[in-house]
């Protein structure tokens, strides 16, 4: 039996990883500077990652949500600390299309209402709800599409203030990324996020804010949107959350109550994705991987608009898109096959780094030669 082409694959074999790392069936190292899409977070195979997963895989690896799981519960008392929502409760799940898929509904169930106001560029998962707020038609199969989802310019204030004057009280809630991802890293303005706050509060709407690329700390605080200051009543999380291990949860407001049936899944939860998701808070705190972020970002951001043939950058933390100047298109290629180096990219010509939070600076000082080293042959080539 084949696979069900749906991938543009890159020829290489991954068969090992460590840290900021992989290697191919040849035996050949990769500096991953895409985390795999901002999924690895504490670091390929992180040995305390490796082993609560390997303890709990020996203490019981299954059962299901009609039980106390006491795993559960401890992952949303650490939740509670590292994201700073005290109150919050948490719905876990498996992957970010599942996790705004609940995040959508439960805006809905809460209101009773059935409009969604998402914004142009975004991408908020491939499930029935989620892919139809995202701005994609492409990967929107017929019957996923709607009327409920009215489509808004992203970051224009006066837009978003005149859809919800016209039908505030059709409105049951707005999902937005803190930073755009897919898009090509595209931040959410913090008067945006400040009247989307002050808007649903007024018309009695659900604030959901997409976390599951820009989350779990990657732009360097715990999610992005809190650069803004003001809470959203859902966070949607995933990616980063299990450093590959597959999750993906809901922070919810206290204002919204829960009732038995509501929400239900088989799989989220799972005693070894729950072991994960320790694992990864437990290693951002001891290691402090938000200042990391923060830091490291800063320097590679600062070093980057530096290099000759960069022609912008932009992002927060470890979540950073580069254009390059005209005639530098292959950039990714030459660094893939020449200097062994994964990154990301967004279309038409967006480069997206997403590494691990705790790459190192020596790390990032080999991907920042590389590119020079690239521009330069590639430069020269065209000459
Ligand atoms: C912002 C955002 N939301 C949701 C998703 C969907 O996540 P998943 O692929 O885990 O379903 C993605 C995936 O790229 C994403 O970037």
Not at 139 to 146: D, F, K, M, Q, S
Request: proline residues 3%; charged residues 20%.
């Amino acid at each position: 039996m084949s696979l069900f082409q749906v991938y543009p694959l890159q020829p290489i074999a991954i068969t090992k990883a460590l840290g900021s790392h992989v290697w191919d069936d040849k035996g050949t190292a990769y500096l991953d500077m895409y985390g795999g899409h901002a999924v690895i977070s504490i670091g390929h195979t992180h040995p305390h990652w490796v082993k609560r997963i390997e303890d709990q895989l020996h203490a019981m690896a299954f059962y299901s949500n009609s039980v106390i799981m006491p795993i559960q519960e401890e992952l949303a008392a650490a939740l509670n600390k590292m994201s700073g929502k005290q109150d919050y409760q948490l719905f876990l799940c498996n992957s970010g299309a599942e996790a705004n898929e609940n995040a959508l509904k439960l805006a809905s169930f809460h209101t009773g209402r059935k409009k969604i106001i998402a914004f142009s560029k975004a991408f908020h998962g491939r499930t029935s709800l989620a892919v139809a707020a995202t701005d994609n038609p492409s990967i929107i199969a017929p019957v996923n599409e709607t009327d409920n989802i009215i489509f808004l310019p992203f970051n224009d204030v006066e837009a978003l203030t005149a859809c919800f004057s016209k039908q505030g009280d059709e409105i049951a809630g707005v999902i937005i990324e803190g930073i755009q991802g897919v898009a090509g890293i595209y931040e959410a303005t913090t008067i945006f996020l400040q009247t989307i706050r002050a808007l649903c509060d007024k018309h009695g709407a659900v604030y959901i804010a997409d976390s599951v690329q820009c989350g779990y700390g990657r732009s360097g605080k715990f999610f992005a949107h809190d650069y803004a200051g003001v809470n959203a009543d859902i966070y949607s999380m995933a990616k980063g959350m299990g450093n590959g291990f597959p999750i993906g949860g809901i922070l919810i407001a206290p204002s919204i109550k829960a009732k038995f049936g509501l929400l239900g899944t088989t799989f989220g939860g799972n005693p070894l994705a729950c072991a994960a998701a320790l694992a990864v808070l437990e290693v951002m705190k001891k290691d402090n991987l938000m200042k990391a972020a923060t830091e490291n970002g800063k320097y590679l951001m600062e070093a980057l608009s530096n290099i000759k043939g960069v022609k912008s950058v932009r992002g927060k933390g470890l979540m950073i898109g580069f254009e390059m100047e005209t005639g530098l298109e292959d950039i990714r290629k030459v660094l893939l096959n020449d200097y062994k180096i994964f990154t990301g990219e967004a279309k038409p010509n967006v480069i997206r780094l997403l590494p691990s939070l705790s790459i190192s600076i020596a790390e990032i000082d080999l991907f920042l030669k590389a590119l020079i080293e690239a521009v330069f042959q590639i430069s020269n080539k065209t000459v």
